[in-house]
């Protein structure tokens, strides 16, 4: 699992290296990859509970309450994920780029759509 990760950071760090995210690259796929870690922790949630992933009634408790799912989340994948370990030259990553991007994306389309499927479901179930 600890490889896996680690491969969907590097994808996403070559991603966001061209362009304006150049200096920021490394953060933003860690950023990315913690996005889609609340997304599944989300889905899970809805699945069997229902609801949202905050808690609180107004913006500010809302927001607050996934600051502090995000940020220990985050800062957990920087502690296990350095950045020299996962742009390390010598790994050898099983896959090439382009097809590493397809899966990624592919992957990225069909979570948000589970997400978007459970959501409805339990909307029509409440």
Not at 43 to 68: A, D, H, N
Not at 89 to 94: F, H, I, Q, R, S
Request: overall charge positive; glycine content about 8%.
């Amino acid at each position: 699992m600890y490889k896996g990760i680690n491969f969907v950071i590097y994808f996403f760090y070559k991603h966001y290296f061209g362009g304006g995210t150049k200096n920021i690259a490394y953060e933003s796929a860690l950023m990315t990859v913690t996005f889609f870690i609340l997304i599944h922790l989300l889905q899970i949630k809805v699945l069997f509970w229902g609801g949202g992933l905050t808690f609180g009634s107004t913006k500010p408790e809302r927001l607050l309450s996934v600051s502090f799912i995000f940020i220990p989340v985050y800062l957990i994948l920087n502690f296990f994920f350095r950045k020299k370990d996962t742009l390390d030259p010598t790994n050898n990553y099983p896959i090439n780029l382009k097809k590493g991007y397809l899966y990624l994306m592919l992957y990225c389309v069909l979570s948000l759509s589970l997400l978007v499927f459970l959501v409805l479901q339990n909307k029509n179930t409440i």
